[in-house]
């Protein structure tokens, strides 16, 4: 019974407005419309946004009757025989809205919509829906159908800047109105709803698909045959070539600001997408942004410079940030925003989602020492791994370019991006665990939590990379990415005025110890190109079949990402695609640095802060380790003592420093460790490491002689191999060893060798083991 009454008094509502007498109607068109700007950080005008200016009336008489009814058909189609109010609309909006228990439908007609496009009260209230019933009722009968038709399609906005149908005409296609044709007019009329989501440019598929409900709904109606709309439907868009009226600094930068505003209300410009994408066009609004044009320039240069051929070599994404704060001060979407391509104006740095690669790391790393697990725990370091998952299966894990053998603590294989270390890792840690690190820290995008997600199979993009570390160098507090500071009215009025959101996300004591890693990546390991001459931290990452490639980032003041690849498919980038191999290390880190390098120039070398420095002596508080490389062992446990650790020796075949000297330790130089606690001091033998030969298809005999040339001993265990076609032609040959050849192993290492039984030799339980020296 309620919602009854709430039709019947809307039609008595309906009743009373057309009776309501509003002698001031004006048909000027949005008089009020004005242009928006965009303000850089410093003040400096970006752009202005002035959709209004590319406007054309013409005659309805010049308008194609396809046209006409095509957007009659979608936009009201009964038009022609209501009174400027459909009482059937105004009853299903209001069943839908007081089934809601809030305004969500309209139930506007044509006319309707084009008195609200003349009005600048734009509130979805009771009033203004009584004020547009009012006058639309008045407009039918002062000026009639014809014209009122005539006055929308010239009024209305169809995207991309164009008002009216003769401009619309002229931007999509290229002709003036009266040259379109069917097709062409069906989508016109598509785009009045929505221009934004049904834009034939970047939403072709969406585009064809409202082409298509125009057709039918025309066929429905009569306006067209079945057979007529099928054609219609089978041709191609044919969109013309997006030509940009002007361009301007920073164009991705600009665009990441106006998707944001159309998508977002809580900036003020409205809370419907209509409403939003009107007045960011025409509603006269000032929108404060965070970028810096100098960094940006800087950004832009950087990556011209490293991809400098840019028929043949990959595009890049860079996004720049301050930690303390989030505010993007450079942000390099692609190659060329006004280039006109079809892919020139995807955003790669806020909607390229890529693979991580191994810049995803680090949030494992941040997981396992929130969970108490030392930097310094030694784990087996193969070239490749076969693991067990817990839900069943086998995860076939393996190094870049095969790097790894023995042992080797998370420092060593984060510095060196050890894959089965850090499979091993995830894998203790957890999935979960370690993916909500990631989220906590600013990644925003969907995570499946696998395994394999340690290395970097998640897709992400670079501004959330870049958010993301920056979290890392701010003390473990992650902010949301800011690109609009502010928004006002044209008179000043304040619309939106951003209030920063710092988020607790990893406790200070765990940052300083993943940072202190990174900054091994950038000094020694896969980061060295990244190098500027002041504290970095970063890590690199390098996707599957080599198809991306990363460098994430910072120094005290600010936080960098890159992503380099193809936008428009994932191809290999390795010769003769691309000039070389791209890895992370190579044009991704090369990029970073010669940005940075720029955007710092004029700042101060600070460092990065201190770590909690110890209260006592007492063992437990964390501390730097002393560097003792290069000293002989037993400088190096005076060294250790004075400064609250103790020394553990363990002997390795090194022959870069004399017998006796330390040739490496762990913890490293300058990691925090507990004091009092054992510092592994590997004392070098003077002897130079042997390499593991290929014995493998060599007789029993054979290869003992080759392992023990090379300084190592021989364990041979007759076992017949798997069966396959050849196994016979392999009888009393080596076909496994173990460790692999081209492994480095310390002289006099025993490598155990598989042999298959000669043909007269009889095996007990099929294995039959025989050392030899």
Request: glycine share 10%.
């Amino acid at each position: 019974m309620v919602r009854l009454r709430v039709v019947v008094v809307a039609l008595a509502l309906v009743a009373g407005a057309c009776a309501w007498q509003t002698p001031d109607l004006r048909l000027e068109g949005p008089a009020v419309a004005q242009s928006t700007k965009i303000f850089a950080a410093d003040g400096a005008l970006l752009t202005t946004l002035h959709a209004d200016q590319n406007r054309e009336t013409v005659p309805l008489g010049q308008m194609p009757k396809q046209l006409q009814d095509a957007a009659v058909a979608i936009e009201d189609e009964r038009f022609w025989h209501h009174t400027g109010v459909d009482i059937r609309a105004v009853v299903r909006a209001a069943w839908a809205d007081a089934t809601h228990g809030k305004v969500v439908q309209g139930g506007s007609t044509i006319t309707e919509q084009y008195v609200k496009n003349v009005l600048a009260d734009r509130e979805r209230t009771v009033h203004r829906k009584l004020r547009e019933a009012a006058l639309a009722y008045q407009l039918e009968h002062k000026i009639g159908k014809a014209k009122i038709l005539e006055g929308y399609l010239n009024t209305i906005y169809f995207g991309n800047g164009a008002y009216g149908v003769q401009s619309a005409a002229e931007t999509y296609f290229g002709v003036s109105a009266d040259k379109l044709t069917l097709p062409q007019s069906a989508l016109l009329a598509g785009l009045i709803r929505s221009p934004n989501n049904y834009d034939p440019y970047d939403h072709a598929d969406a585009a064809s698909s409202r082409r298509a409900a125009v057709l039918d709904k025309m066929a429905s109606l009569h306006m067209i045959s079945a057979q007529e709309a099928a054609g219609a439907k089978a041709a191609s868009l044919g969109a013309v070539h997006k030509q940009a009226s002007e361009t301007y600094q920073a164009p991705y930068f600009v665009e990441a600001v106006k998707q944001q505003i159309l998508d977002d209300p809580r900036y003020g410009a409205g809370q419907s997408p209509a409403e939003r994408q009107q007045n960011l066009f025409n509603g006269g609004l000032r929108v404060y942004t965070t970028v810096d044009l100098a960094k940006q320039a800087e950004a832009e240069q950087a990556v011209a410079k490293v991809l400098s051929q840019p028929a043949a070599d990959p595009s890049a994404a860079v996004v720049s940030l301050e930690p303390g704060t989030g505010d993007v001060r450079a942000l390099v979407g692609g190659r060329d925003f006004f280039g006109g391509g079809s892919q020139a104006k995807f955003n790669l740095a806020t909607q390229g989602q890529r693979p991580a690669g191994s810049s995803f790391k680090p949030f494992v790393l941040a997981a396992a020492v929130q969970q108490g697990i030392s930097l310094h725990k030694l784990y087996p370091a193969p070239q490749t791994l076969d693991l067990s998952l817990p839900r069943g299966g086998v995860w076939h894990v393996r190094n870049f370019e095969d790097e790894g053998g023995g042992t080797m603590d998370l420092v060593q294989a984060t510095i060196h991006s050890i894959n089965t270390v850090y499979a091993r890792l995830i894998l203790e840690v957890g999935p979960n665990e370690a993916v909500d690190v990631a989220r906590q820290l600013g990644v925003t995008s969907h995570l499946d939590a696998y395994p394999s997600a340690v290395l970097g199979t998640n897709d992400v993009t670079p501004l959330e990379m870049a958010s993301a570390y920056g979290a890392i160098d701010n003390k473990g507090t992650a902010l949301s990415p800011v690109l609009i500071t502010k928004v006002t009215k044209a008179d000043g009025t304040v619309l939106y005025q951003h209030q920063p959101d710092p988020r607790p996300a990893l406790e200070p004591a765990v940052v300083d110890q993943v940072r202190t890693v990174l900054q091994g990546v950038v000094e020694r390991g896969t980061g060295v190109a990244a190098r500027i001459g002041r504290p970095v931290a970063g890590k690199t990452g390098t996707g599957e079949q080599w198809r991306d490639a990363w460098f994430v980032g910072f120094t005290p003041e600010l936080v960098t990402s890159v992503w380099v690849g193809f936008p428009d498919a994932q191809r290999s980038m390795v010769p003769p695609v691309t000039r070389i191999t791209v890895q992370g290390g190579t044009w991704p880190a090369q990029i970073w640095q010669l940005y940075m390098s720029a955007a710092l120039a004029q700042t101060p070398v600070t460092p990065f802060p201190a770590a909690a420095p110890a209260a006592s002596s007492e063992n437990g508080a964390l501390r730097p380790v002393p560097n003792v490389t290069g000293m002989p062992a037993d400088q190096a446990d005076d060294a250790l003592g004075a400064e609250g650790f103790t020394g553990t020796r363990v002997s390795v075949a090194n022959g870069d420093y004399p017998p006796g000297y330390v040739v490496g330790q762990s913890p490293c130089a300058g990691c925090l460790a507990p004091g009092g606690s054992a510092v592994t001091l590997q004392v070098g033998t003077g002897k130079a490491p042997a390499k593991v030969p290929n014995v493998l298809g060599l007789s029993s005999a054979d290869a003992r002689d080759t392992l023990d040339g090379a300084g190592l001993a021989a364990h041979a265990v007759v076992q017949a191999e798997p069966p396959t076609p050849d196994s016979d032609q392999r009888a009393g040959l080596a076909w496994k060893q173990n460790p692999a050849a081209g492994a480095s192993v310390a002289q006099g290492t025993t490598v155990t060798v598989w042999i298959n039984p000669a043909a007269s030799t009889t095996t007990t339980n099929g294995q039959e083991t025989t050392p030899t020296s």
